[in-house]
Nanobody, 121 residues
Framework: QVQLVESGGGLVQPGGSLRLSCAAS????????MGWYRQAPGIQRELVAG???????KYAESVKGRFTISRDAAWNTVYLQMNSLKPEDTALYYC???????????????WGQGTQVTVSS
């Protein structure tokens, strides 16, 4: 089993920045991909950014150039640096992990509880 705990969400003004953290514990050596996902009310959950153990990254078009995903070498923590935040980035952000290398929402094996990000003036 793998446990994921997100932190770092909050209220920020448009144009501001936040850094989300996802702490992984348990059998983390089985993980080959981790990602950040978000879900706003009435909207389907979507991939924001993902990273594989080999270092391959994937970003949603809407966040390219603004968000950066990174991880520590031990694969214990994954970060999402979010800059130039917009009101449309408001959502509940989830961390997820996969023993495979896919970022497909249906394929992720473990999920955190989520952390709220609100972008508003």
């Amino acid at each position: 089993q793998v446990q994921l705990v997100e932190s770092g969400g909050g209220l920020v003004q448009p144009g501001g920045s936040l850094r989300l953290s996802c702490a992984a514990s348990g059998i983390t050596f089985r993980i080959n991909a981790m990602g950040w996902y978000r879900q706003a009310p009435g909207i389907q959950r979507e991939l924001v950014a993902g990273v594989t153990r080999g270092g391959t990254t994937k970003y949603a078009e809407s966040v390219k150039g603004r968000f950066t995903i990174s991880r520590d070498a031990a694969w214990n923590t994954v970060y999402l640096q979010m800059n130039s935040l917009k009101p449309e980035d408001t959502a509940l952000y989830y961390c997820a992990a996969n023993v495979g290398s896919s970022f497909s929402i249906d394929g992720m094996d473990y999920w955190g509880q989520g952390t709220q990000v609100t972008v508003s003036s």
